[in-house]
């Protein structure tokens, strides 16, 4: 069975700056996909971006970024340039093996972003 | 933009009753997935649809907890009877096909009492 771990149970940071967020995981898959899931308070999930383990370019969507370290089974989140609208709930969550679609999410990180 | 549907958004029961959410994923998407988030924890799947077919429901507590798809369109999860742990928000998503990325629903609320 695979495993999602995310090790910071809460984060913050200053409007501007940069944070990055952990996430390990543990699979025996080769093929297999990895995301960061972003839930704001009392909002609705919302994918924040994907990466296909088949790709070594690391995924990027505006001013977020990932770090995929295969061998490592590490995939971190870097958020540049934070800002309020960014304090939520991040999950890190992974989908692969002999059951595609069957997400299996982290504990999840609370970013909380500060003026 | 589409987005996925559920109502109600928010439901309170006492246990012991029964109590039924719905779901109407984006028009198109055939994978329709039903997840339960305890407070403070990431979601945990309940049950898997492509089309009208389950294509996974190893972890639905299938003593209380139904779900169906009959169209293979909009579902209905129900819980009879309710029990106190079952208080959590439970969450539909759908996606064009397994592989593809899962878009969330609002989520429903449920407190037991």
């Known amino acids: 069975a695979q495993t999602v771990t995310q090790s910071q149970p809460e984060m913050s940071v200053q409007e501007a700056e940069t944070v990055t967020l952990s996430c390990t995981y543990d699979?025996?898959?080769?093929?297999?996909?990895l995301f960061w899931y972003k839930q704001p308070p009392s909002r609705q999930m919302i994918l924040v971006i994907r990466q296909e383990a088949y790709k070594q370019q690391n995924a990027t969507e505006n001013r977020f970024s990932v770090n995929f370290q295969k061998a490592a089974k590490s995939f971190s989140l870097k958020i540049s340039d934070s800002q309020l609208g960014d304090t939520a709930m991040y999950f890190c969550?992974?989908?692969?093996?002999?059951?595609?679609?069957?997400?299996?999410f982290g504990q999840g990180t609370i970013l909380t972003v500060h003026p | 933009e589409a987005e996925v549907a559920q109502s109600p958004r928010y439901k309170i029961t006492e246990k012991s009753q029964a109590v039924a959410f719905w779901c109407d994923p984006i028009s198109g998407h055939a994978t329709l997935y039903w997840y339960r988030q305890i407070l403070g924890q990431g979601p945990e799947l309940l049950v898997q649809f492509q089309d009208e077919s389950v294509v996974d429901d190893s972890q639905l507590p299938k003593d209380r907890f139904s779900a169906e798809r009959l169209k293979g369109v909009d579902s209905t999860l129900k819980i009879q009877p309710a029990e106190l742990g079952d208080s959590a928000m439970y969450l539909c998503a759908s996606s064009p096909g397994p592989t593809d990325t899962q878009y969330f629903g609002p989520g429903t609320r449920l407190t037991v009492l």
């Open positions: 699979t025996s898959e080769s093929n297999y996909y």
């Open positions: 969550a992974f989908d692969g093996g002999t059951s595609y679609g069957k997400l299996t």
